[in-house]
C-alpha cells in the first residue's frame, strides 16, 4: 500500500536554530502534501497545504516566514521552523493524496510524525 | 474556529462495554473519515463514509454518516483494552482546492480497562 514517511522522527534543536523536516511518498506521486500540529492529547491542526511547484498555501494564523515549505519534487516536501523557540516543540505529521487516482472519497496518506522538541 | 465537534473528547469503560463516539458539524462534508492514533505515531485511517446515511461496519465497529452529511457516529461493541487510543474524525470538502484537505474534531481519548 501506499506509505508516506517522515524523517526525522525526532529532533533536538536549540533555540534560535532552523529544523528542517521531510516528508516523502515513498510508492506514489503527490502533488498535493499537508502539513499538520499536534500538541499532546489534542487533534491535528492543519498548519498549510504543500503545492509542487508552486508556493504553499498557509492557514489563517500559521506564520509563513518561520514555517517554511518547499514541495520542489512529486515525492518530497520540507517544513522547515525557523528560529525555532521552545513554544515551536509540537509534533508535526505530514498526509499527501495521490496524484490522479480518482477514489470516492479524499484517501489521504499519513507519516509517521516527527516530535520536535526546541530547547 | 473548529468546525468539527467531537464528544467525548475522554472516555474510559471497563472491558466489554458499548461505546459511541459523535462528530457533529453545522458545515456539509463531502466525505468523513475516522481514524485511530497511538502516542508518537501518525493517525491510521479506519474508513471513509461519502454517501449521506451510509453505514460501515469494521468488525466491531460501525461508522455512520449523517443524511445531511454534516453528522457521524463511531460505535464500538464490546470494547476491548486494544481498542485504547486516541480516535479522530475529519471531514474532506468538495472541491479542487480543498481536495485533500482535512478538517480535524478534537479527537476522543478511550482508554479501556481490563
Known amino acids: 500500500g501506499a506509505v508516506v514517511s517522515q524523517h526525522p522522527s525526532r529532533v533536538i534543536c536549540k533555540s534560535g536554530t532552523s529544523v528542517k523536516i521531510e516528508c516523502r511518498s515513498l510508492?506514489?506521486?503527490?502533488?498535493?502534501m499537508f502539513w499538520y500540529r499536534q500538541f499532546p492529547k489534542q487533534s491535528l491542526m492543519l498548519m498549510a497545504t504543500?503545492?509542487?511547484?508552486?508556493?504553499?498555501?498557509?492557514e489563517q494564523g500559521v506564520e509563513k516566514d518561520k514555517f517554511l515549505i518547499n514541495h520542489a519534487s512529486l515525492t518530497l516536501s520540507t517544513l522547515t521552523v525557523t528560529s525555532a523557540h521552545p513554544e515551536d516543540s509540537s509534533f508535526y505529521i505530514c498526509?499527501?493524496?495521490?496524484?490522479?487516482?480518482?477514489?470516492?472519497?479524499?484517501?489521504?496518506?499519513f507519516g509517521e510524525g516527527s516530535w520536535l522538541t526546541v530547547v | 474556529t473548529q468546525l468539527l465537534e467531537q464528544s467525548p473528547q475522554f472516555l474510559s469503560i471497563q472491558e466489554g462495554e458499548n461505546l459511541t463516539v459523535y462528530c457533529n458539524s453545522s458545515?456539509?462534508?463531502?466525505?468523513l473519515q475516522w481514524y485511530r492514533q497511538e502516542p508518537g505515531e501518525g493517525p491510521v485511517l479506519l474508513v471513509t463514509?461519502?454517501?449521506?446515511?451510509e453505514v460501515k461496519k469494521l468488525k466491531r465497529l460501525t461508522f455512520q454518516f449523517g443524511d445531511a452529511r454534516k453528522d457521524s457516529s463511531l460505535h464500538i461493541t464490546a470494547a476491548q483494552p486494544g481498542d485504547t487510543g486516541l480516535y479522530l474524525c475529519?471531514?474532506?470538502?468538495?472541491?479542487?482546492?480543498?481536495?485533500?484537505?482535512?478538517?480535524f474534531g478534537q479527537g476522543t481519548t478511550l482508554q479501556v480497562k481490563p
Open positions: 475529519a471531514g474532506g470538502r468538495s472541491g479542487s482546492s480543498n481536495t485533500g484537505k482535512l478538517i
Open positions: 458545515s456539509v462534508f463531502s466525505s
Open positions: 463514509v461519502v454517501t449521506g446515511g
Open positions: 498526509s499527501a493524496r495521490e496524484s490522479g487516482r480518482r477514489s470516492s472519497g479524499n484517501t489521504i496518506y
Open positions: 510508492d506514489f506521486q503527490a502533488t498535493t
Open positions: 504543500s503545492n509542487e511547484g508552486s508556493k504553499a498555501t498557509y
